[in-house]
Nanobody, 124 residues
C-alpha cells in the first residue's frame, strides 16, 4: 500500500520561507515523477512543480518560478518543496502527488498517488 505524507506546512509571512516535505512509503522502487499541487478555497487544484525522479529534471508553474524549488532525496525517499519569497496568493492546501511515468503532466488526473495535504497560509 503506497502512502504519501506531507509535512512542514503552517503559517508564513509574505517574503518569508517555508519548506514542505513528502515522505513516500510502501514501495520498494522509485516513482517516475513526483509533484506538488495546491488548492485554494473555491478554486481547482493547481499544479505547482514536478521532478523526474531518475534525472531530477524539474518544471514549475510560472507563478512560482524563481521562488520555489522542488527536490528529491533518494536515500530518504522524500520530495521537498522549498518556498521562498512567499506571497499571500500562495495560501492554499498543498498536496504531494506521484505517478509511475516519468512524463511530466500538470493534470491531477495523471497522478496515481496522493497525500492528504498540508495547509500553507501566508500573511501579508
Amino acid at each position: 500500500h503506497v502512502r504519501l505524507e506531507e509535512s512542514g506546512g503552517g503559517l508564513g509571512q509574505a517574503g518569508g520561507s517555508l519548506r514542505l516535505s513528502c515522505a513516500a512509503s510502501g514501495r520498494t522502487f522509485n516513482f517516475g515523477t513526483m509533484a506538488w499541487f495546491r488548492q485554494a478555497p473555491g478554486t481547482e487544484r493547481e499544479w505547482v512543480a514536478s521532478i523526474r525522479w531518475s534525472t531530477a529534471i524539474r518544471d514549475y508553474v510560472d507563478s512560482v518560478k524563481g521562488r520555489f524549488t522542488i527536490s528529491r532525496d533518494n536515500t530518504r525517499n522524500t520530495a521537498n518543496l522549498q518556498m521562498d519569497n512567499l506571497k499571500s496568493e500562495d495560501t492554499a492546501v498543498y498536496y504531494c502527488a506521484a505517478k509511475d511515468s516519468g512524463i511530466f503532466s500538470s493534470s491531477p488526473d495523471a497522478y496515481e498517488y496522493w497525500g492528504q495535504g498540508t495547509q500553507v497560509s501566508v500573511s501579508s
